[in-house]
């Protein structure tokens, strides 16, 4: 049977006139209007060119040809019109015979001419001609790295590679967890994102003009005088920090707020490349007379506008800094030992001291509030929620309060300094059907409720760090001890519970069973199942809270708070570990070797280190382009991974 399109003919591209109208007349040529000029196309018979012969017209190839077609005596340009002219007319198959032919009589230079030529020839760009909707989807199957070395081809596939959908997707899929195909993840820099949408100047944040901040007292207003203090870096002013007086917000145009999505991109990238890198930019804070024991900032609060760090030192004071510049906002003054625990928000600042004693301050303007006792010992240990405090003791005990209704009770079992606590609500877990306790086979009757002790609501845990080596984890509502977790040699100073937001590596349900396999071991990390090879998941189940501790054995270990077995043992501090952070990107340890170490939450295996300063480092906290730590040689380093 014939086949159905070996007549159907492509119009090709008419070939070269045989001479220009101020030469001589020459004789008419057979089939001129194969290759008559396109600017004079028959009007009956409209042409339709293929790619490659609108590429050829594009490309003016039918110039050359006129060009070198002028070039050949009379006789040789109507025989070479001739081939060109049977050629043209001839259907497919007799086309591929006499190619056939032709090729079987050319010697080895023309099959390199051919060669040469059909190089070019036979080059399509897709991109010129499919759809634009094609071609995007096409390019979706594209990382960032060949997105942007398409760019570079041409200013078509720049266009189309710069398209502002691509690079959302690619953005939703690496911006604040980690991509399970290139095992990148990169920082969502709120703050960064709150001050390029033009959130309000501090003098017209409509947060602050809410909740004006009152006398301990009376409950009445500030004097209207306080709000004509200055601040100036020799000078710290308490009410600087205090809302500003009410200025009608100056709300920016809409236009603004559009950034490229390949710019958020490139932004976020560079700060983890630094990361990676170890490369930072590097400030110290001064003014501590002592050991820096404790610390924690806030980037997004309402007000004031800029980054605000409170520490705490064994000079007995809790100083406030404006992280952006490092200026020194307040000193507050009034416990009579160190400070090592220290917890805030934006109303309101909690220290524990080695007096005994818990204190709550109105930070903004530096006057102590409450103070609270209840500890035979030094409080080293805070941690508190909307509606529960607990503290750690030199005494051995946990302390709870309630924040509402201001009661407390104490939970026993640790058998020497509980170094560290923190709060967690198992119900987004767990449900809040269900009770925690039943579902333990391990409990220890805590200090029984009395009748006048605070009501805790249902679901509330609290997880305990100590010296004994050891870490609990308590059902604050029926006050005992549902699990123990054993496993350091040495004493436990900090722990972190990652949670399962927190915890997940961006990866979808078709990875599910790869994120099942057991993993087996790296250098530098152990488990109980054997070693585990690089590049590994972590955790088994990222939706399961995580438990991180440090202890002064020189290691960082991660347990399973459901059974209480240890999934994973980090080493690589020469010395002790004291503190340890997180955010959703990376770990941060800090020890008695005087450095900083990062680990990836993923492998759990060290990324880089980072040296500088003189003593132990004591406390740490880790931001998504910053870490900030303090240490015994009384400085507060600002390690920077943004510049």
Excluded at 624 to 631: F, L, M, N, R, T
Aim: net charge neutral; aromatic share 6%; with cysteine.
């Amino acid at each position: 049977m014939a086949d159905p399109n070996a007549n159907q003919l492509c119009d090709t591209l008419p070939a070269p006139r045989l001479a220009s109208s101020t030469v001589t007349p020459r004789p008419p040529l057979p089939s001129v209007e194969m290759i008559s000029p396109p600017s004079v196309p028959d009007p009956a018979t409209p042409r339709k060119l293929c790619v490659r012969h609108q590429r050829m017209a594009d490309e003016g190839t039918n110039i050359k040809l006129q060009q070198a077609l002028d070039k050949l005596p009379l006789e040789e340009r109507q025989a070479v019109n001739a081939v060109w002219s049977s050629f043209s007319s001839s259907s497919h198959p007799r086309r591929a015979l006499i190619l056939q032919g032709l090729l079987t009589m050319c010697c080895f230079s023309q099959l390199s001419l051919l060669t040469e030529h059909l190089a070019h020839l036979i080059r399509i760009d897709p991109f010129a001609v499919l759809p634009a909707e094609v071609n995007l989807r096409i390019l979706r199957y594209l990382d960032a790295t060949s997105l942007c070395r398409a760019s570079q081809v041409a200013r078509r596939w720049k266009a189309l590679a710069d398209d502002d959908t691509l690079w959302k997707g690619i953005c939703e899929q690496h911006i604040g967890r980690q991509c399970h195909k290139c095992g990148w993840g990169l920082p969502i820099l709120q703050k960064r994102y709150r001050s390029e949408v033009g959130s309000p100047s501090p003098g017209s944040s409509s947060s602050c003009q809410k909740r004006p901040l009152t006398d301990e007292d009376g409950g009445s207003p500030r004097p209207a005088k306080r709000h004509r203090v200055e601040l100036s870096p020799e000078h710290p002013v308490p009410t600087l920090l205090a809302p500003s007086p009410i200025v009608p917000p100056q709300i920016p145009r809409a236009d603004s707020f559009t950034r490229p999505w390949k710019d958020v991109y490139s932004e976020r990238m560079t700060i983890e490349r630094n990361w990676r890198r170890g490369q930072y930019k590097g400030r110290v804070l001064k003014g501590h007379t002592d050991g820096v024991m404790c610390l924690q900032f806030i980037e997004n609060l309402p007000c004031p506008d800029f980054s605000v760090l409170i520490t705490g030192s064994y000079d007995r004071t809790a100083r406030v800094w404006n992280l952006d510049t490092g200026a020194e906002l307040q000193v507050l003054r009034g416990h009579e030992r160190a400070i090592r625990a220290l917890q805030f928000d934006r109303v309101k600042l909690i220290t524990g001291s080695l007096d005994s004693t818990i204190r709550v301050w109105d930070w903004r303007h530096g006057k102590c509030i409450r103070t609270l006792t209840g500890h035979t010992d030094g409080v080293v240990a805070l941690h508190f929620d909307e509606n529960v405090l607990a503290s750690g003791s030199v005494d051995t005990t946990v302390r709870v309060w309630n924040v509402r209704t201001g009661g407390a009770f104490t939970l026993r079992g640790h058998e020497d300094w509980v170094n560290d606590v923190q709060l967690w609500d198992s119900n987004s877990y767990y449900g809040s059907s269900s009770s925690m306790s039943t579902t333990l086979a391990t409990s220890e009757r805590g200090s029984s409720p009395s009748g006048d002790s605070p009501q805790i609501d249902p679901g509330k845990m609290l997880f305990t760090g100590s010296d004994d080596g050891t870490m609990r984890l308590w059902d604050l509502t029926s006050r005992t001890c549902v699990r123990i977790f054993s496993g350091h040699i040495g004493q436990v100073q900090s722990i972190r519970l990652l949670l399962p937001d927190e915890c997940g590596s961006g990866k979808s349900t078709e990875d599910e069973d790869v994120q099942s396999v057991e993993p087996l071991n790296d250098e530098g990390v152990t488990s109980d199942n054997g070693p585990i090879p690089s590049g590994w998941p972590l955790f088994s189940n990222p939706k399961k809270p995580v438990l991180v501790s440090g202890s002064l054995d020189n290691t960082m270990q991660m347990w399973d708070i459901d059974t209480g077995k240890s999934l994973r043992t980090c080493f690589g501090h020469i010395e002790g570990i004291w503190g340890v952070s997180a955010d959703k990107l990376r770990l941060a340890t800090a020890s008695q070797d005087r450095t900083i170490k990062l680990w990836s939450r993923d492998s759990a295996t060290a990324m880089s280190t980072l040296v500088g300063h003189r003593g132990a480092v004591c406390c740490l906290q880790v931001a998504e382009d910053k870490i900030v730590s303090g240490s015994d040689d009384f400085d507060i380093r600002v390690w920077s991974f943004a510049e």
